[in-house]
């Protein structure tokens, strides 16, 4: 098993370089396409939710805490475990979304603004767990490579 972690701001300037980092050391590992390319779509979909909703674009909601996200990896042959951790707001609910799910015959004027990231992480993982104590969001993904 081989394991890593890589910490930055989670900001909107900071999100494309860290996800980048991550991806980059998965690669040098070698976890291979396509693996990496969903991989980083997951990671970047969660990255982008915690800097816009966990602590608001760039910090705005943000107190005492650090903007930062720590992210670790464990990789084993056939599998990978992202744990993602954060000091933001917690999911409402403390629960995962569900993420959208449309309708085929549904008006293109009644899309929803937001909500499809979800489905995404849901559909490239085959387990997401979360769990919020007093002050940081834990996400846990996992991916398992044929």
Known sequence: MIKGTRCFH??????????CA???????EGLASPHLETVEIVLAEVINNIVEHAYGRDGEFLTD????????????ANALALTIVDHGRPFPGAELPPGCT?????DRTELPEGGFGWRIIRELTV???YLRDPDENTLQLRFEFA
């Open 10 to 19: 989670a900001t909107t300037h900071a999100v494309r370089s860290g996800v």
């Open 102 to 106: 449309l309708s085929p015959d549904m």
């Open 22 to 28: 991550v991806i980059d050391d998965l690669a040098g």
């Open 127 to 129: 387990e997401q767990s």
């Open 65 to 76: 805490k650090s903007c930062m996200v720590r992210v670790s990896y464990d990789l084993s």
